[in-house]
């Protein structure tokens, strides 16, 4: 079982940025698929970014690509997404989530998403425009 749980979302005016953080309960660096997600009121969800175990490739959402960088501290164990030049339509809860997957690359990772077990709470993001 891993627990995962988020925090750094808030509200933003567009352009503006925000740093979510997640903090697994247990050490994922080489084993587990970590990744970021989204919802936004009356939508499906969908993935933003994924990170790949061991050597921590990385794969984007086209929407996202070049806004959003996402990120792991091993030391800390501890992952990232920082979001830059935010639109309104990024507005949308998001999760963190992990799933086992040893040897996934960061779209492998991306691919798997509807199939990761570990979900975090979410944590709101608004951006006004």
């Known amino acids: 079982q891993v627990q995962v749980v988020e925090s750094g979302g808030g509200s933003v005016q567009a352009g503006g940025s925000l740093r979510l953080s997640c903090a697994p309960s247990r050490y994922t660096y080489s084993s587990y698929c970590m990744g970021w997600f989204r919802q936004a009121p009356g939508k499906e969800r969908e993935g933003v970014a994924a990170?790949?175990?061991?050597?921590?490739?990385?794969y984007y959402a086209d929407s996202v690509k070049g806004r959003f960088t996402i990120s792991r501290d091993g030391a800390k164990n501890t992952l990232y997404l920082q979001m830059d030049s935010l639109k309104p339509e990024d507005t949308a809860m998001y999760y963190c989530?992990?799933?086992?997957?040893?040897?996934?690359?960061?779209?492998?990772?991306?691919?798997?998403?509807?199939?990761?077990?570990?979900w975090g709470q979410g944590t709101q993001v608004t951006v006004s425009s």
């Open positions: 990170i790949g175990t061991g050597s921590g490739s990385t």
């Open positions: 989530a992990a799933n086992r997957a040893v040897g996934y690359s960061g779209s492998g990772c991306y691919s798997l998403f509807r199939e990761y077990n570990y």
